[in-house]
């Protein structure tokens, strides 16, 4: 059964850094696409990353140059880093994976505060 577990949300102050990570069992991640979506209270779900199984990544432009995501297939994990935070970051931040388009399924979220 394909199970992403996700760990590393909290509280950080603006300009702060987090990262989150998305663990993946009952799948081999090497043949998953794999996104960071955003949900904040009031608005709808948007994609923040994404990076395929050739490596390649793409950004939302309000998060180029600020978050970075990256894969370690031998781990079968995700990584988001998080740098120079923003009250506007604050979410519930969520890992997706697909195969071929699909969606195969999503992670159990991570509240991230940014707040002084």
């Known amino acids: 059964q394909l199970q992403l577990v996700m760990s590393g949300g909290g509280l950080v102050q603006p300009g702060g850094s987090l990262r989150l990570s998305c663990t993946a069992s009952?799948?081999?991640?090497?043949?998953?696409?794999i996104g960071w979506f955003r949900q904040a209270p009031g608005k709808k779900r948007e994609g923040v990353a994404g990076i395929y199984t050739s490596g390649l990544t793409k950004y939302a432009d309000f998060v180029q140059g600020r978050f970075t995501i990256s894969r370690d297939n031998a781990k079968k994990t995700i990584y988001l880093q998080m740098n120079s935070l923003e009250p506007e970051d604050t979410a519930v931040y969520y890992c997706?994976?697909?195969?071929?388009?699909?969606?195969?399924?999503w992670g159990q979220g991570a509240q991230v505060t940014v707040s002084s």
């Open positions: 997706n994976a697909k195969l071929s388009g699909h969606n195969a399924g």
């Open positions: 009952g799948f081999t991640l090497d043949w998953y696409a």
